[in-house]
């Protein structure tokens, strides 16, 4: 399917896995609680990513931050629950 609104601005999955990677970094730090939301950045990130690629977006640096933050959230957490 082809849709014009598509191809112009900003990817908005890239824009969601930025926020929502910053989201688990401050979670994993206050409530030491961020999994979701860091798995919810990492699947926006990698699908923004390839929106991005393929209908020529721009957001291709907020979709890399995004996905490092939430991987650091997700890494941050893990760590957390193997050493408590």
Same mark, same amino acid.
């Given at each position: 399917?082809?849709?014009?609104? !598509?191809?112009?601005?900003? %990817?908005?999955?890239?824009?969601?896995?930025?926020?929502?990677?910053?989201?688990?970094?401050?979670? !994993?730090?206050?409530?030491?609680?961020?999994?979701? !939301?860091?798995?919810?950045? !990492?699947?926006?990130?990698?699908?923004?990513?390839?929106?991005?690629?393929?209908?020529?977006?721009?957001? %291709?640096?907020?979709?890399?931050?995004?996905?490092?933050?939430?991987?650091?959230?997700?890494?941050?957490?893990?760590?957390?629950?193997?050493?408590?």
């Amino acid at each position: 399917m082809h849709c014009k609104s !598509l191809e112009k601005g900003t %990817n908005g999955k890239a824009l969601g896995s930025f926020l929502t990677g910053i989201s688990a970094i401050i979670g !994993l730090f206050f409530f030491k609680e961020g999994t979701i !939301l860091s798995i919810v950045g !990492l699947m926006l990130g990698v699908i923004g990513l390839k929106e991005i690629k393929r209908y020529e977006q721009k957001g %291709n640096k907020l979709a890399l931050v995004g996905t490092f933050f939430s991987l650091i959230g997700f890494i941050g957490f893990t760590m957390f629950i193997v050493w408590s």
